[in-house]
């Protein structure tokens, strides 16, 4: 692996700092590391590697001499700078939706399409949707086991999902409401905490939302199956971290309960935790912090043909987010 020169765009967020994290415990070949935010975290110190790490405020000219940039600002700072940072040179990481559509980009996850990260015409590649990401780490060794024809999926997703905000607005309505208080929703609709929210991002015309959309749109781009049918229904609960799909997958051949369970032997991010007998099934607190996602309650559906039932879980800053983007810093770095 060569050293690069890396900067995370977006440092100070729920995702920049599980990058972080992932650079610091996957021992990322570093050559430097530039910590970038907005104006109001600039000066701000971070521990890293035993040194200590100053925030810069992002401007266009932050990307002189970096080789690869993270980013995790949100849409609109991808659109702004991540074209700013590929003139300059850089390969850009990007978190953001900004990007997954445009045919020049490549949309990655690493255990199903790595060789895509290599084909990057504009400088940029995408990560994909934190959802998505869970759900196909399920779905892919089931789809080369089966051939996946249809997906029906309904998410259960955590505040953090929202970044620091949604964290901190559940955290203060749980305290508002335990201490007798009105109740403040400033980040969601409604309230969230004690609560569920059935609309993630915003409508499109036909009813569904683009984080539903997004399942159909980027879990076809993902896995090279542009006949997929997907329909979703994306639901935000009152869970800190870590997001949960329960997902009906209709297949092409026959299905087999026992190959299916085979099917993720060995595969690395992706494990089986599910036995009724001693009630094991995987919650949002087993995914928390971890890089691995869980697959349990998996049983031949009842209502529909040569299709599996299964419920997933991942936490979504660290697969959803930035251990997948790290994980494309890597094959980068690999060659
Ligand atoms: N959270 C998740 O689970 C998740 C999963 C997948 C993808 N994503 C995507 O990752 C991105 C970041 O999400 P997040 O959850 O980490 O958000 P977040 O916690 O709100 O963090 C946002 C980050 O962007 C920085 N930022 C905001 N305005 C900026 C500006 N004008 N210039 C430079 N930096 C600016 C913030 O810096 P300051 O601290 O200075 O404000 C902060 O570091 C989004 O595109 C999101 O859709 C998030």
Redesign the pocket.
């Known amino acids: 692996m060569k050293n690069m020169n890396v900067a995370i765009?977006?440092?100070?967020?729920?995702?920049?700092?599980?990058i972080l994290s992932c650079l610091e415990t996957r021992n990322f070949p570093l050559a430097s590391l530039k910590l970038?935010?907005?104006?109001?975290?600039?000066g701000?110190q971070v521990a890293f590697r035993g040194q200590t790490l100053t925030?810069e405020?992002?401007t266009p000219e932050s990307f002189a001499g970096v080789d690869l940039a993270l980013?995790?600002?949100?849409?609109?700072?991808?659109r702004q700078?991540a074209p700013i940072a590929a003139a300059a040179g850089c390969v850009v990481v990007?978190?953001?939706?900004?990007f997954r559509q445009d045919p020049d980009v490549p949309l990655v996850v690493p255990e199903i399409n790595p060789e895509a990260a290599f084909d990057h015409p504009r400088n940029i590649i995408a990560?994909p949707?934190?959802t998505t990401i869970i759900t196909l780490m399920a779905l892919y060794p089931l789809h080369l086991q089966f051939g996946l024809k249809t997906v029906i999926a309904s998410s259960y997703q955590?505040v953090?999902?929202?970044?620091?905000?949604?964290i901190a607005e559940l955290e203060g309505q749980v305290r508002a409401i335990v201490d007798g208080h009105p109740v403040e929703s400033k980040v969601y609709p409604k309230q969230i905490a004690f609560n569920l929210i059935p609309q993630i991002d915003n409508f499109a015309d036909n009813g569904y939302t683009k984080e539903e959309l997004k399942m159909l749109n980027e879990g076809r781009k993902i896995m090279s199956l542009p006949e997929l049918n997907v329909t979703c229904t994306c639901v935000r609960v009152p869970v800190y971290?870590s997001?949960s799909i329960s997902v009906v997958a209709q297949f092409y051949k026959p299905v087999d309960l026992e190959l299916a369970r085979k099917a993720f032997d060995g595969k690395p991010g992706i494990a089986l935790m599910d036995d009724p007998a001693t009630r094991t099934w995987p919650t949002p607190l087993d995914s928390t912090n971890g890089d691995t996602c869980y697959v349990g309650r998996m049983r031949r559906d009842l209502a529909v043909d040569n299709a599996l039932n299964l419920w997933v879980v991942g936490d979504?800053?660290r697969k959803?987010?930035?251990l997948n983007a790290v994980q494309i810093a890597e094959l980068l770095a690999s060659r």
């Open positions: 765009v977006g440092a100070t967020g729920a995702v920049g700092v599980e970038l935010a907005s104006k109001r975290s600039a701000k925030v405020e992002l980013f995790s600002a949100g849409g609109d700072i991808s700078f990007d978190n953001s939706s900004a990560n949707n934190c955590a953090s999902g929202s970044g620091q905000q949604g971290r997001h979504q800053v959803g987010a930035a």
